[in-house]
């Protein structure tokens, strides 16, 4: 089969031929109709993730066609349209994954390619009000943002939530599902363009993070938050603290700008605030996020579709991060 390999750190990514994957009881091979970037991905071509084995199949988001399976008593599978679930092996405990969790695309070859193995633990109908490239934009960062929203923060109709840094997949879904849900949604973004955007898609108003008195401006428009979703830490994560109403939950899921900064505990214990970290998210928590998307019918925010061949183009514009919302692969 075909696929997009990555040789090694600070290589291009680049299409071969490679061995079609053997399929163990339990397992299918799904012909992937598109499949879609998360920063991962990018961190992972550079060398900077742990675990990385090279050559590696890259790819965690995908969506395509059941075309083969590894026992008869999974043929009721063939021809099914499906997404992929790219947490594998959570574990027993929902509150934090196991010492046997992994994503998909790394250690274990991902979507880039023409096939990919999966578990039919893992498979789940496409949403038929989805194209191909859109179901293909959904899985890993619409878990991680409907985790970090509703598991970890309890968002609910009526809450002002503030989505920090909305431009990223994770965080146009974030903005996604809490409107959906009847929150108030407030967004931080260096760019005035994304800002825009984010309002079309249901934003009251946001802030340019790069002033200095963001804050200031978001306490105007909102008054305080009760949930804070954020992904990249650093210094301004602070700032989060005097934005907050009592009884707040910040809820993060990268660091991208840095690491926690020095804190004012008295804030956070006076204030009753919740500082949550998440990763991904449970087998349940993936159904409850498909289930979702499907009684309201959402569409994830799509900022590009690549051919499959031009993957490298598709990652040096991630390394750029000028997209808003997802990045995809057209087989």
């Given at each position: 089969m075909k696929a997009i390999v990555l040789e090694g750190a600070g290589?291009?990514?680049?299409l071969k031929k490679v061995e079609k994957p053997i399929l163990n009881a339990g397992e299918v091979l799904v012909k992937i109709k598109a499949a879609a970037l998360n920063r991962r991905d990018y961190w992972i071509t550079i060398g900077k993730y742990a675990g990385i084995k090279y050559p590696s199949i890259l790819g965690s988001d995908g969506a395509g066609i059941v075309a083969e399976v590894g026992n008869?008593?999974?043929?009721?599978?063939?021809?099914?349209?499906?997404?992929?679930?790219p947490s594998h092996d959570w574990?027993?405990?929902?509150?934090?994954?196991?010492?046997?969790?992994?994503i998909l695309g790394l250690p274990e070859n991902g979507t880039f390619a023409e096939y990919v193995k999966v578990s039919t633990e893992y498979l789940y109908a496409k949403p038929t009000h989805l194209d191909w490239e859109q179901a293909a934009a959904l899985p890993l960062a619409g878990l991680t943002a409907y985790r970090a929203l509703f598991t970890k923060g309890k968002a609910k109709k009526g809450d002002k939530v503030?989505?920090?840094?909305?431009?990223?997949?994770?965080?146009t879904f974030a903005l996604t599902w809490a409107f959906a849900a009847g929150c108030q949604v407030f967004v931080t973004s260096g760019s005035a363009e994304k800002i825009a955007k984010a309002m079309q898609l249901g934003a009251s108003a946001g802030v340019n993070y790069h002033t200095p008195d963001w804050p200031e401006q978001l306490q105007q428009?909102?008054?305080?938050?009760?949930?804070?979703?954020?992904?990249?830490?650093?210094?301004?994560?602070?700032?989060?603290?005097?934005?907050?109403?009592?009884?707040?939950?910040?809820?993060?899921?990268?660091?991208?700008?840095?690491?926690?900064?020095?804190?004012?505990?008295?804030?956070?214990?006076?204030?009753?605030?919740?500082?949550?970290?998440?990763?991904?998210?449970?087998?349940?928590?993936?159904?409850?996020?498909?289930?979702?998307?499907?009684?309201h019918?959402?569409?994830?925010?799509?900022?590009?579709?690549?051919?499959?061949?031009?993957?490298?183009k598709a990652v040096q514009?991630?390394?750029?991060?000028p997209q808003f919302g997802k990045i995809v692969l057209k087989a």
């Open positions: 290589q291009p990514l680049v008869r008593a999974d043929e009721h599978w063939i021809g099914r349209e499906v997404i992929i679930n574990g027993d405990h929902p509150e934090y994954q196991g010492k046997d969790f992994k503030l989505i920090s840094g909305v431009g990223s997949g994770t965080g428009l909102a008054g305080g938050f009760d949930v804070i979703v954020d992904s990249a830490l650093g210094d301004g994560f602070a700032r989060f603290l005097d934005i907050s109403d009592p009884g707040c939950r910040i809820v993060f899921f990268g660091g991208t700008a840095g690491n926690v900064p020095e804190l004012n505990g008295r804030k956070i214990f006076w204030k009753q605030l919740q500082i949550l970290g998440t990763t991904m998210g449970t087998k349940e928590e993936f159904k409850a996020m498909v289930d979702f998307v499907n009684e019918r959402l569409v994830p925010v799509i900022d590009e579709v690549f051919p499959m061949v031009d993957a490298e514009k991630m390394a750029e991060s």
